[in-house]
């Protein structure tokens, strides 16, 4: 392997080290120096050439453990065959390390580039898998490629939401968009040649369309089937949600009508940002007017315990975002009494611009897993302090005529008072949210960029009106 041409991985320019002593592999990791040696190592075993190795994903857990996600492109020897392959290294504190090693199961693990799909390098407390070998995604070698999610399909007929059994053919492709590892992995599947026969929903499709299949952690959920019947069966509008066509909750694997059109995400580099964000803002007060006994009720105590989570997670976000974060929280709290007894309808749980797609006809609302009954200033709080960010970055008007915008057209569907303090309570709450993201993913400049989203909560909490929310 020593003729092989390693790339500067592009994410190692955009990383910092975390501010955490008791990972001792961290530095080492984001540089690539603790792990090439090995990859080059296995990868010669099985004949391939590393050509680029580059970092896709970062997750930092302080006083556990720091993750990279990397794209890796080879070669192989003999005939010359190129590919690709994600490699997911993990490093732990020392004291964390021998329990996680020993915890490992390799059995079923799938081989690649990494002869057994899983290694361990104790001098630097790290594992190193190769996709889709993920001890917390266990089913994820079950459905890592077509022709095993057609396996997995046919023995579970029953499952689907049509009655024939699914039939693929050669054509069709499944690839990785997604991975987080240990938490849950998102992949697009092509049925480009399937007929009626082969469709993997022909109740209400036939014919070449896409879906996207998705594995998750087994936790406790709220069923998002159920809750987007009720929402259908209570709205009357171009709002739409993706179909589930297969759900094995057990597994943890889910595949979903993919949603056509844009992400909102992209609509608001768009020159028609108005009339999009317009569209959303009236789609989510036709949603604000659902309200069943069948969803899902979560108290305002459990939503707010997030708060304390966040505070603690940025303690290691240095001496002066502590000061701050401790002021915060207090203000917080004196505040939310302002939240209690509130009109409670449906509330989506997480509403960002990327939960939202638009195509010419309909808007398609994703991610119903932490949908539930609750006050709806929380959605507004939450996309109105995403477009806030958005205008901190230079990438929306810093003004508030987007905030008006959006709130004027939501109250044309919803007539019901909008109070400035409680908009801002919850924008503050999401921005709080919004402050771990520069630390989690340790972005350069992340202290930087923490101070400035700490500063934007007080603000909020101070009663300043941010720009958009």
């Known amino acids: ?121 104790p001098e630097c407390y790290i594992l190193l898998y190769e996709f889709p070998n993920d001890r917390a995604l266990p089913y994820l070698r079950n459905i890592a490629s077509a022709s095993k999610l057609e396996a997995l399909l046919n023995e579970n007929t029953t499952e689907l939401s049509t009655a024939k059994p699914l039939i693929f053919d050669t054509a069709n492709t499944l690839s990785t968009i997604s991975y987080k590892p240990e938490r849950k992995a998102i992949m697009l599947l092509n049925l480009s040649n399937s007929t009626e026969d ?3 929903h022909n109740s209400s ?40 066509l297969f759900e094995d909750r057990k597994k943890g694997i889910k595949i979903i009508e993919l949603a056509p059109g844009e992400t909102f995400s992209k609509k608001l580099r768009g020159s028609n940002l108005e009339a999009s964000l317009a569209r959303v803002s009236r789609s989510l007060a036709r949603l604000h007017m659902v309200s069943s006994p069948l969803l899902p009720s979560v108290s305002l105590k459990a939503r707010l315990s997030k708060v304390q989570d966040w505070a603690e997670f940025l303690q290691y976000a240095g001496e002066e975002a502590q000061a701050r974060v ?8 004196r505040k ?24 010419d006809e309909r808007i398609w609302i994703l991610d119903l897993e932490r949908s539930h009954i609750g006050d709806p200033i929380n959605d507004i709080g939450c996309i109105l302090a995403h477009l806030e960010l958005r205008s901190m970055r230079g990438k929306l008007p810093d003004d508030n005529r987007l905030r008006e915008l959006f709130l004027g057209e939501y109250s044309k569907i919803r007539s019901v008072p909008l109070p400035s303090e409680r908009i801002n309570i919850w924008s503050a709450f999401w921005m709080l949210h919004l402050a771990t993201k520069p630390l989690r993913r340790l972005k350069k400049n992340w202290k930087s960029q923490t101070l400035d989203l700490l500063s934007k909560c007080d603000n909020l909490l101070n009663g300043e009106e941010s720009s958009h929310g």
């Open 336 to 359: 939310a009494d302002s939240l209690l007894d509130q009109d409670a309808t449906f509330v989506h749980g997480d509403f960002h611009p990327g939960q939202i797609i638009l195509d």
């Open 205 to 244: 499709k036939c014919g070449p369309f896409d879906a996207c299949v998705r594995i998750e952690r087994a936790r406790k959920t709220c069923d998002t089937a159920r809750i987007s019947r009720i929402l259908r069966l209570q709205l009357n509008s171009d709002i739409s949600f993706p179909e589930v």
């Open 198 to 200: 082969g469709a993997i």
């Open 326 to 333: 401790a002021s915060l929280v207090e203000n917080f709290f």
């Open 1 to 121: 392997m020593t003729n092989a041409k390693l790339k500067a991985p592009a994410g190692r320019r955009d990383h910092e080290a975390p501010p955490d002593n008791t990972l001792p592999g961290a530095t080492g990791l984001l540089d690539l120096t603790a792990i090439m040696p090995t990859i080059e190592s296995e990868a010669s075993v099985v004949g391939v050439r590393i050509i680029s190795c580059d970092i896709a994903y970062v997750r930092f857990e302080p006083g556990h453990s720091l993750e990279v996600v990397m794209n890796v492109a080879y070669e192989k020897a003999g005939p010359q065959e190129t590919g690709q392959t994600m490699l997911y290294a993990i490093t732990y504190s020392p004291r964390d390390y021998e329990l996680q090693c020993a915890s490992v199961d390799k059995s079923g693990f799938l081989s690649g580039i990494l002869s057994s799909g899983f290694v361990a390098i």
